[in-house]
């Protein structure tokens, strides 16, 4: 079923949008599929509509979506921290896409609480803070992108798409859902495909860029996660993989090197809930999938402050990777007593 926009909202936007402005688009820290998509795709469709848009990520993509025409041209406020806040700050609309908590965007998040700017908030993610003027929040859908696109189509900008936008769309849907694998029941995702394959999206071309493009290091890493770094609980059908800076600086990681690969252990009938504790330099990351009705974004936010998805969640630790481990294994023990 489409969404059904409030007129009031879609009114406010198409008022704000009516003279030419100034607008950036913010993805969240560590962008992933869709949050990269989802601000390209609307970048890419503001241009058209006379727009000067800039697009700002607090630290860089993954290799994997370099493919993505604009990819180039974002800011990545890690590395031109002054350009970013430049462009925050000379805004006339600050637009937020896959997430809906300032934190997300980490080093950023002071000036976006700070800027006058209008703050339009467009995501999928459950509970959202209310810093946005104008927000369309909507976690029944299974992607950011899903929601650009339908919101696109209701305020009548279907045919100022190109087939570049609609290629970032389509990545965002498909990265969300591990390729339609899970969270992609509801008929209006293929209904919403089609129209983006009538805009010329290649689909297969999309997949092979993203699934079929690893270098010989990432390979290697994988097999060295799968073989050596994941401890399978049969008793909780649970598998926890653990990644650190050693392993990282052996196999030559690179960003987004390990984005899906918490997924890879659900392929076995025997795991339900599948975790990845990834090393990072100030903290540890944890992501978690699961199959069927498990709600792991409930198990982020219980023992973790986290949060996410049914099927998908992740949350942050400041602490080592050894101690994060054990309260990971620790939580798992408690859930299944």
């Known amino acids: 079923m489409k969404i059904d926009f409030a007129k009031e909202d879609l009114t406010k ?10 607008i950036t688009l913010l993805g969240h820290v560590s962008p992933d599929g869709d949050a990269v998509g ?21 630290t860089a993509y993954s290799d994997s979506f370099v493919f993505l ?24 609309g ?10 997300r965007v980490e080093q950023l998040a002071a000036p976006l609480e700070e800027s006058e700017a209008l703050k ?35 305020m009548g900008w279907r045919d100022r798409l190109s087939t570049e936008a609609a290629t970032a769309i389509y990545t965002g849907m498909m990265t969300d859902t591990g390729n339609f694998a899970y969270n992609s029941e509801d008929p209006e995702i293929y ?55 050693a392993d990282k600086g052996k196999y030559n990681y690179q960003t987004g090197d390990v984005e899906g690969l918490v997924n ?28 069927g009705s498990f709600a792991v974004n409930d198990f982020a936010s219980k023992f973790f402050n986290g949060g996410g998805h049914t099927n998908a969640a992740g949350a942050e630790v400041c602490d080592t990777l050894s101690n994060t481990y054990k309260l990971v294994e620790t939580a798992v023990r408690i859930l299944h007593p």
Do not use: W
């Open 13 to 22: 936007l198409q008022d704000f949008l009516s003279v030419p402005r100034r």
């Open 38 to 58: 989802s601000t390209l795709g609307f970048t890419s469709l503001l241009g058209t509509l006379g727009h000067s848009a800039t697009v700002v990520y607090p």
């Open 69 to 92: 025409p604009g990819a180039s041209e974002a800011l990545i406020a890690k590395n031109k921290p002054e350009e970013a806040l430049r462009a925050i700050r000379e805004a006339e």
């Open 94 to 103: 600050l637009f937020c896409l896959d997430f809906n908590e300032t934190k």
């Open 120 to 154: 339009l908030l467009i995501d999928h993610h459950p509970y959202p803070s209310d810093f946005a003027d104008l927000s369309f929040s909507y976690p029944d859908r299974s992607s950011t992108c899903l929601i650009v696109y339908e919101l696109i189509r209701a």
């Open 191 to 245: 209904q919403v495909i089609s129209e983006l394959l009538e805009l010329g999206v290649r689909k297969d071309a999309v997949y092979d860029a993203i699934n079929r493009s690893f270098t010989i290091d990432k390979l290697r890493l994988t097999a060295h996660l799968m073989a050596d770094k994941l401890t399978f609980f049969p008793q909780y059908k649970t598998a926890i993989i653990t990644l650190s800076m």
């Open 264 to 291: 890879d252990p659900l392929a076995a009938k025997e795991i339900e809930f599948s975790i990845l504790i990834h090393e990072m330099p100030k903290y540890t990351k944890i992501s978690m999938r699961s199959k």
